[in-house]
């Protein structure tokens, strides 16, 4: 079965870390161009980061560089994303996707091919 399964997520408080996984079957990432993204209530899907299909180099909104890292093992056909330094306006469903087009940089939404389930990050005291 082709799919992006997510793991990870949860709640933290404020200028704490969490990380989330994105583990693909039935195909290899390696040739895929990855995103994250995060949907809070009430607004549309933002990119959060991504990974090149070029050749691996690292895209961040503005709003998380600095403080979140994409990383992908081929071995474990496994992309992750690690969030530091949370801050409340970080609480949204974070979702992987990927895209067989060819590129760097986020792609528009129908431009991916998969869509990881989702999975909700909470970031209160």
């Known amino acids: 079965q082709v799919q992006l399964v997510e793991s990870g997520g949860g709640l933290v408080q404020p200028g704490g870390s969490l990380s989330a996984s994105c583990a693909a079957s039935?195909?290899?990432?390696?040739?895929?161009?990855i995103a994250w993204f995060r949907q809070a209530p009430g607004k549309g899907r933002e990119g959060v980061s991504c990974?090149?299909?070029?050749?691996?180099?690292?895209y961040y909104a503005d709003s998380v560089k600095g403080r979140f890292t994409v990383s992908r093992d081929n071995a474990k056909n496994t992309v992750y994303l690690q969030m530091n330094s949370l801050k409340p306006e970080d609480t949204a469903v974070y979702y992987c996707?990927?895209?067989?087009?060819?590129?760097?940089?986020?792609?528009?939404?129908?431009?991916?091919?998969?869509w990881g389930q989702g999975i909700q990050v909470t970031v209160s005291s």
């Open positions: 990974l090149s299909s070029v050749d691996d180099s690292t």
């Open positions: 996707a990927a895209s067989s087009v060819y590129g760097a940089g986020f792609l528009p939404l129908n431009e991916y091919d998969y």
């Open positions: 039935g195909f290899s990432l390696d040739y895929y161009t």
